[in-house]
């Protein structure tokens, strides 16, 4: 038995993962879906604060599993509990560099319609439309319409300090196996950007580092979910 611990990205609770830790509890292994703060003051810190929350020091070492925003959260929580971390993965998402936060990752235009609605709003940023996702590149392919409705009516605002803030990043650690799920981007598509030092792809050179394709939109968990099951059931 392995023991999973799942991090949702932004505008989602742990009920993201519902279907998924369901197909891996079927196949014997234990599940911790972490709930990341969403109060007007939190921040990305304090949502690796959660996470090393929920990494309690007990029984054997978990597979980290962090979806887009919560993937720079889990790195830096690894690092500060290395010894509770067997393996390292990213959903469609990875390690971003110290300090820097999730909107730096976008390009300028993007990052003014993200800090437009976050403006509008006073306190964080709501889940996007179907439209506005697609628009900041964040592709919702493969979730039916009924699927993506309900997710987006029981979203919850995304606070800003953790879209505008990024994490204190420690020393990655080269024995640590890392896994990047690759949904809305082709592994072939990374090396390129490693080799040119991109940031948020640049430390994926390492031979700790492996990409598995699952090919779907950026919501792998509501598009896919028992494939997404099936590829972090054989990291165990």
Request: hydrophobic letters at 40%; a negative charge.
């Amino acid at each position: 038995m392995t023991t999973y611990v799942l991090v949702p990205g932004f505008w989602l609770d742990g009920s993201a993962w519902d279907a998924v830790a369901a197909d891996l509890r079927s196949r014997g292994h234990a599940v911790t879906a972490v709930e990341l703060g969403h109060a007007p003051g939190d921040t990305a810190e304090s949502h690796v604060d959660d996470v090393l929350a929920a990494l309690v020091p007990a029984g054997e070492p978990v597979v980290l599993v962090g979806h887009s925003g919560g993937g720079p959260v889990c790195a830096a929580a690894a690092e500060r509990a290395r010894d509770r971390v067997a393996h390292l993965v990213f959903v469609d998402t990875g390690p971003l560099p110290d300090g820097t936060a999730q909107i730096d990752f976008n390009p300028p235009e993007v990052q003014e319609r993200i800090r437009g609605a976050i403006e509008e709003h006073g306190t964080g940023q709501p889940m996007p439309s179907r439209e506005e996702l697609t628009a900041i590149g964040s592709s919702t392919d493969g979730i039916p319409d009924a699927v993506f409705d309900d997710v987006r009516a029981r979203s919850l605002v995304e606070p800003a300090g953790a879209v505008l803030t990024g994490v204190r990043r420690g020393e990655p650690d080269p024995t640590l196996p890392k896994t990047v799920v690759a949904c809305s981007f082709a592994p072939d598509q990374v090396r390129p950007l490693i080799d040119e030092g991109v940031p948020g792809f640049a430390e994926m050179g390492g031979p700790e580092w492996s990409f598995v394709a699952l090919p779907t939109g950026h919501w792998p968990m509501f598009s896919e979910p028992e494939k997404l099951a099936a590829v972090l059931g054989a990291l165990s």
